[in-house]
Antibody
């Protein structure tokens, strides 16, 4: 079945780094754009980053720009988020999501929404 | 900076009643508006994409409308499982924003 599974979360000190992974299965990972979204404890959803189907385009929320890097290995069906210079306000559950937009053989279908989500991985930044 | 404002913050209704949730954008987003449902401890669930299209397996009691800056999610007759937090999300030039959420609670 279509599935996303995040991993890599944990407790880390301020200023340190962490890499999150999101393993995809059950669908053609290489044709879909992918997102990272986070949720701080007791707060709402915050969009973090998006990457195009081929990894050629990447966009970030202002709150993480220059510190986080999104990447995608289509040969491994895995999405990544490198988190550098972590701060206490980066503490959150991090979710990966599959964008509905996808490209097949040069033809692209565009729709706004993320229809498949992982269960989340928790990042805690604390000294 | 694009801002999405959801109202009300909390909506108290009973099963069987109609729920109307609002999402207003600070500038036009065309129809690039999605609605999500989230229950405690769970990932978001896509309900509506492109403002008015139901996602796969979403019951017909959920409907979305609007374009430009004003959008509405309507649940025609509330079921017990519908009580949750609802978020709208927009996309503008590959930058995405969520609203702050509306909590739909049992009255």
């Amino acid at each position: 079945q279509v599935q996303l599974v995040e991993s890599g979360g944990g407790v880390v000190q301020p200023g340190r780094s962490l890499r999150l992974s999101c393993a995809a299965s059950g669908f053609a990972f290489n044709i879909y754009a992918m997102h990272w979204v986070r949720q701080a404890p007791g707060k709402g959803l915050e969009w973090v980053a998006v990457i195009s189907f081929d990894g050629g385009s990447k966009f970030y929320a202002d709150s993480v720009k220059g510190r986080f890097t999104i990447s995608k290995d289509n040969s491994k069906n895995t999405l990544y988020l490198q988190l550098n210079s972590l701060r206490a306000d980066d503490t959150a559950v991090y979710y990966c999501g599959r964008d509905m937009s996808h490209c097949i053989g040069g033809n692209c279908y565009s729709a706004h929404g993320a229809d498949v989500w992982g269960q989340g991985t928790t990042v805690t930044v604390s000294s | 900076e694009m801002v999405l404002t959801q109202s009300p913050a909390t909506l108290s209704l009973s099963p069987g009643e109609r729920a109307t949730l609002s999402c207003r954008a600070s500038q036009s987003v065309s129809n690039y508006l999605a609605w999500y449902q989230q229950k405690p401890g769970q990932a978001p669930r896509l309900l509506i994409y492109d403002a008015s299209n139901r996602a796969t397996d979403i019951p017909p009691r959920f409907s979305g409308s609007g374009s430009g800056t004003d959008f509405t999610l309507t649940i025609s007759s509330l079921e017990p499982e519908d009580f949750a937090v609802y978020y709208c999300q927009q996309r503008t030039n590959w930058v995405y924003t969520f609203g702050q959420g509306t909590k739909l609670e049992i009255k």
